[in-house]
């Protein structure tokens, strides 16, 4: 017996805890630029913003793929590729601004 909707549910979660996880890092870095006088720490800011964004969507977009379809695709790796990138470009953003 298996629940697939159990399991779009939980994926949806585990997307929505990551982006949730994110925009608190992202308010942090904020928080962190406003106190420097903003200049360059926004670049680090405006980065891990985007990278919210994109986060919710592909959250969103897979956790839609689960729900509609009997046997769900998986995940199209441009979007893992994108998600990942954005990662790293905020990690970089931040060591090359510090």
């Known amino acids: 017996m ?3 909707g159990a399991q779009a549910e939980r994926t949806g979660l585990a997307w929505r805890r990551t982006a949730l996880a994110a925009t608190a890092c ?3 870095l904020l928080h962190t630029a406003a106190r420097q006088g903003w200049g360059t720490a ?3 800011v405006v980065v891990a913003g985007v990278m919210v964004a994109v986060l919710v ?3 969103s977009i897979r956790e839609r793929a689960l729900r509609g ?3 769900p695709k998986p995940l ?3 979007l893992a590729v ?3 990138a954005l990662v790293v470009a905020t990690a970089v953003a931040l060591i ?3």
Do not use: C, E, K, Q
Request: charged content about 10%; aromatic content about 0%.
């Open 26 to 28: 992202t308010l942090l």
């Open 2 to 4: 298996s629940d697939h």
């Open 42 to 44: 926004v670049i680090p």
């Open 57 to 59: 969507a592909i959250g």
């Open 82 to 84: 994108t998600a990942s």
């Open 69 to 71: 379809a009997d046997t």
């Open 76 to 78: 199209n790796p441009a």
């Open 96 to 98: 090359a601004v510090r």
